[in-house]
């Protein structure tokens, strides 16, 4: 593989640290991003894939994947015919399926690869990648993972790797929805959160998750590391999942409306563990 001619679309709140981290190891990227001015490289996006055999995909959602590739338009064929496309974001299973064929028809490559992780891996090259496709088409381009990822994961055929990405966000989203819930309840009990977060990492909860969320819940830190709005989109896809598998899973559905709440609260683009405000915001039952 030429690794002079990677491009990389999409350099949001982590595609920005992992096309960073590719530079970093050498690795010569053409940058691109859909809103200019963000360390893009490139004029348009017909450009990027003029010049370059492999793209990564690190967007925003479906339509965004899509628009970036022209699917659906008359240059949908000459862009991609050639290339290896490479999928990091989160997308639908079905849609990713489909896109497959499309690009398989169109005479291109295509490789997904989600990854598990918000900002803070993404700046340290610990992401974990789920991988699926062909397995010879997956091995071209395995070695660009290595500086942004920590673990690579084969899953099998594409949308392995998707559904592997939604069931892992199915225990994240419980797991910091419940921290959230937590320290909620310790603080309306006069703890000292502080100690409630050197307990809990002290003991067989201790994780890297917690590590991250729990110091931005004491301190009422919401910069975003994972928005709002983009863990509601997840759990929309996984509630979307389960319903096709005929699954009910009671905590995402709980969750689903939860993060929706912290949402309408105006708080999407604040970190997924502002739903404490959300939470803070309801009335309390004697009032």
């Known amino acids: 593989m030429d690794l002079e001619r990677v491009g990389f679309a999409g350099l949001g709140s982590m595609g920005e640290p992992m096309a960073r981290n590719l530079v970093r190891a050498g690795i010569p990227v053409l940058r691109w991003n859909r809103t200019p001015g963000k360390g893009d490289q490139v004029a348009d996006v017909a450009d990027l894939f003029a010049r370059c055999d492999v793209v ?28 290896t496309i490479v999928h990091m974001g989160t997308t639908a299973p079905g849609h990713s399926r489909a896109l497959e064929a499309d690009l398989v028809a169109a005479g291109a490559k295509y490789v997904e ?9 993404a700046e340290a090259g610990e992401l974990v990648a789920m991988l699926a ?20 994961v084969y899953c099998g055929p ?44 002290a003991g067989q909860l201790a994780s890297p998750i917690l590590r991250v969320k729990a110091p931005k819940l004491v301190e009422e830190d919401f910069a975003p590391q994972a928005s709002i709005a983009n863990v509601l989109a997840n ?53």
């Open 133 to 152: 496709g062909d397995p010879a088409v997956v091995e071209e381009v395995r070695e660009l993972f290595g500086p942004m990822c920590r673990e690579t």
């Open 113 to 121: 690869a989600p990854v598990s992780g918000s900002r803070v891996p």
């Open 235 to 287: 759990v929309e896809l996984i509630a979307a999942a389960a319903g096709e598998a005929g699954l009910e899973l009671p905590l995402i559905s709980a969750s689903r409306a939860l993060y929706a709440e912290t949402a309408r609260l105006g708080l999407g683009e604040e970190d997924m563990v502002a739903v404490i405000r959300a939470l803070d915001s309801r009335p309390h039952p004697e009032d």
């Open 56 to 83: 990564i995909l690190m967007l925003k959602d479906a339509d965004a994947v899509d628009a970036v590739l022209g699917r659906g338009g008359p240059e949908f064929a000459g862009r991609v015919a050639g290339r």
């Open 158 to 201: 594409v949308p392995n790797g998707l559904l592997m990405k939604l069931a892992v966000n199915v225990h994240l989203t419980a797991v910091v929805t419940s921290l959230a819930e937590t320290v909620h309840f310790a603080r309306a009990h006069g703890l000292d959160l502080g100690l409630l977060a050197d307990v809990l990492g």
